[in-house]
Nanobody, 123 residues
Framework: QVQLAESGGGLVQPGGSLRLSCTASGRTFSSSAMAWFRQASGKEREFVAAITWSGDNQFYAPSVKGRFTISRDDAKNTVYLQMNSLKPEDTAVYYC????????????????WGQGTQVTVSS
């Protein structure tokens, strides 16, 4: 099991950037595939990005590809989401998640979740 804590959310203007961090505690982080999901008010949770346990492969939702970058630093037990060229439709609570299974776009495949961090994109 992995305990996850997100940070780095906030209010940013359209076109701006934010970097989210997710710090993990537990012995299985380096073996875990990691992902970011988001949930806007009144909408279902949706996949944003995922990274394999090795860090060799990354996957992105079409809506964020080319703007967001997921990365991991196993020495710091941390996964990051660099978000550039932010749009108002990126406004949501962002969650990180971990799984010992293969990377997946489905939230049902992830076992451990953080509490979320709010990202608001507005002028």
């Amino acid at each position: 099991q992995v305990q996850l804590a997100e940070s780095g959310g906030g209010l940013v203007q359209p076109g701006g950037s934010l970097r989210l961090s997710c710090t993990a505690s537990g012995r299985t982080f380096s073996s875990s595939a990691m992902a970011w999901f988001r949930q806007a008010s009144g909408k279902e949770r949706e996949f944003v990005a995922a990274i394999t346990w090795s860090g060799d492969n990354q996957f992105y939702a079409p809506s964020v590809k080319g703007r967001f970058t997921i990365s991991r630093d196993d020495a710091k037990n941390t996964v990051y989401l660099q978000m550039n060229s932010l749009k108002p439709e990126d406004t949501a609570v962002y969650y990180c998640a971990a799984t010992l299974r293969r990377s997946s776009w489905s939230p049902e495949d992830y076992d451990d979740w953080g509490q979320g961090t709010q990202v608001t994109v507005s002028s």
